[in-house]
């Protein structure tokens, strides 16, 4: 996600190219505490330089399908409670395991001023054109005169919001003695407190906290214990509890629970079933995290390289949900039949695979990732890394030609 670290001592390497991943979603690039002495089975032995972890990206891309996937689902699952209990089960963990991914990878994110420039391009300018674009389009195909606020973000832009408030406050909870505990409290506090409002949806940003702030405390060996294979054996009769008890829950659970934006009296519970149930959803959810990166493959698989486009695949799935939502496409009553939901969600399942190959990322880089050179001032430190980067690659280059010509 950031600049990598040169090597120390006296072997030393050139810096690796710059690949840098929208920076809305993390890019798996092993952090540079963790460059000096790679832990086994955290880095592909097949990756140069260690840049990017098989697992991260396949977590990331299978987290981003189960999201096309949920949305999907949403228009057609109050006619099916098999549905319904699946979507309540997704929707436990697949936010969860994207934001404990995204504060892994936030670690070394600091106040220097080219990581502030990649949080601006790569989070906040993505976030402006999207809450723009969102209901310009909801216009357009309906007809409706909706205003534009970047004060109350639209559907999926959130989630942008929520990473530029969490990893801009990333130098606090490094100098915070207990942050998960820290982070905890304020979630409680969140889910008792209504007039937080709905400007920026803080209310998911400050309820979603302690998943961003337990990724910043996790070690590359924590993901190693969920990848044993007793684990994988376990979260087979755990993913089968949970849907028995979501086929339970529908009828006497809200389903807004898990969208984590609203304060329990807003869901009309009394003020102390916030905390608990905060509680209670962060200890499912983790459990059934831990599951899901239990099954996530290691090694490195046909969707491995769309894990770097997860961000395009997040934000631009919601204009084809939203279009079917629009045209009245979920109202058909076959989609509401089992054949029907299967359709849609291997078709969400596509679509969403289909927008974060590196195709569509060349032709939306220019609002996931602008460059915007010309808004920012020249960082003296940064053109010395540049320069400094370009002479050892020369000097690489030169002395392979060498070893050619000899």
Same mark, same amino acid.
């Given at each position: 996600?950031?600049?990598?670290?040169?090597?120390?001592?006296?072997?030393?390497?050139?810096?690796?190219?710059?690949?840098?991943?929208?920076?809305?979603?993390?890019?798996?690039?092993?952090?540079?505490?963790?460059?000096?002495?790679?832990?086994?089975?955290?880095?592909?032995?097949?990756?140069?330089?260690?840049?990017?972890?098989?697992?991260?990206?396949?977590?990331?891309?299978?987290?981003?399908?189960?999201?096309?996937?949920?949305?999907?689902?949403?228009?057609?699952?109050?006619?099916?409670?098999?549905?319904?209990?699946?979507?309540?089960?997704?929707?436990?963990?697949?936010?969860?395991?994207?934001?404990?991914?995204?504060?892994?990878?936030?670690?070394?994110?600091?106040?220097?001023?080219?990581?502030?420039?990649?949080?601006?391009?790569?989070?906040?300018?993505?976030?402006?054109?999207?809450?723009?674009?969102?209901?310009?389009?909801?216009?357009?195909?309906?007809?409706?005169?909706?205003?534009?606020?970047?004060?109350?973000?639209?559907?999926?832009?959130?989630?942008?919001?929520?990473?530029?408030?969490?990893?801009?406050?990333?130098?606090?909870?490094?100098?915070?003695?207990?942050?998960?505990?820290?982070?905890?409290?304020?979630?409680?506090?969140?889910?008792?407190?209504?007039?937080?409002?709905?400007?920026?949806?803080?209310?998911?940003?400050?309820?979603?906290?302690?998943?961003?702030?337990?990724?910043?405390?996790?070690?590359?060996?924590?993901?190693?214990?969920?990848?044993? %294979?007793?684990?994988?054996?376990?979260? /087979?009769? *755990?993913? #089968? @509890? =949970?849907?028995?008890?979501?086929?339970?829950?529908? $009828?006497?659970?809200?389903?807004?629970?898990?969208?984590?934006?609203?304060?329990?009296?807003?869901?009309?519970?009394?003020?102390?079933?916030?905390?608990?149930?905060?509680?209670?959803?962060?200890?499912?959810?983790?459990?059934?995290?831990?599951?899901?990166?239990?099954?996530?493959?290691?090694?490195?698989?046909?969707?491995?390289?769309?894990?770097?486009?997860?961000?395009?695949?997040?934000?631009?799935?919601?204009?084809?949900?939203?279009?079917?939502?629009?045209?009245?496409?979920?109202?058909?009553?076959?989609?509401? %039949?089992?054949?029907?939901?299967?359709? /849609?969600? *291997?078709? #969400? @399942? =596509?679509?969403?695979?289909?927008?974060?190959?590196? $195709?569509?990322?060349?032709?939306?880089?220019?609002?996931?990732?602008?460059?915007?050179?010309?808004?920012?001032?020249?960082?003296?430190?940064?053109?010395?890394?540049?320069?400094?980067?370009?002479?050892?690659?020369?000097?690489?280059?030169?002395?392979?030609?060498?070893?050619?010509?000899?």
């Amino acid at each position: 996600m950031f600049d990598a670290a040169s090597s120390p001592g006296q072997n030393r390497r050139p810096l690796p190219p710059a690949q840098p991943p929208a920076d809305g979603v993390p890019g798996p690039r092993t952090p540079s505490s963790t460059q000096e002495r790679p832990t086994p089975r955290t880095t592909a032995p097949d990756r140069p330089g260690g840049q990017r972890d098989a697992f991260f990206d396949n977590a990331k891309y299978l987290a981003i399908a189960l999201v096309a996937m949920g949305h999907a689902w949403e228009p057609l699952k109050a006619d099916s409670r098999i549905l319904e209990a699946a979507y309540t089960v997704v929707y436990a963990f697949h936010m969860p395991a994207f934001i404990i991914i995204s504060g892994f990878f936030s670690r070394s994110f600091d106040m220097r001023p080219d990581r502030l420039k990649r949080l601006i391009t790569g989070v906040a300018v993505p976030y402006v054109l999207f809450e723009t674009a969102y209901p310009l389009f909801k216009n357009l195909v309906t007809g409706s005169h909706d205003d534009i606020s970047l004060l109350d973000p639209w559907y999926l832009t959130w989630f942008l919001v929520a990473l530029f408030v969490w990893r801009l406050t990333t130098p606090v909870w490094k100098l915070v003695r207990r942050p998960l505990p820290v982070a905890l409290g304020i979630a409680m506090l969140a889910t008792v407190s209504p007039g937080i409002g709905d400007d920026l949806d803080l209310q998911r940003v400050l309820q979603f906290l302690p998943y961003f702030v337990l990724g910043l405390c996790m070690k590359p060996e924590h993901f190693q214990l969920v990848r044993r %294979r007793w684990v994988r054996a376990v979260s /087979v009769p *755990v993913f #089968a @509890a =949970a849907l028995a008890f979501g086929w339970w829950a529908v $009828p006497r659970m809200a389903t807004a629970w898990f969208y984590h934006r609203d304060a329990a009296q807003e869901l009309g519970a009394p003020w102390w079933c916030g905390p608990v149930m905060t509680l209670a959803m962060m200890g499912c959810s983790l459990a059934l995290t831990a599951c899901f990166f239990a099954w996530v493959p290691r090694r490195k698989m046909w969707f491995t390289a769309l894990g770097a486009g997860t961000l395009y695949g997040y934000l631009l799935h919601g204009f084809l949900v939203k279009f079917a939502y629009y045209r009245g496409w979920f109202g058909h009553s076959w989609l509401h %039949r089992p054949l029907g939901e299967i359709l /849609v969600t *291997v078709l #969400a @399942a =596509a679509a969403v695979t289909v927008l974060c190959t590196p $195709p569509v990322q060349r032709v939306f880089r220019f609002a996931m990732e602008p460059r915007m050179a010309w808004a920012f001032k020249q960082d003296a430190a940064e053109s010395a890394r540049e320069r400094r980067q370009e002479q050892e690659q020369m000097g690489q280059e030169e002395k392979q030609r060498e070893r050619v010509s000899a």
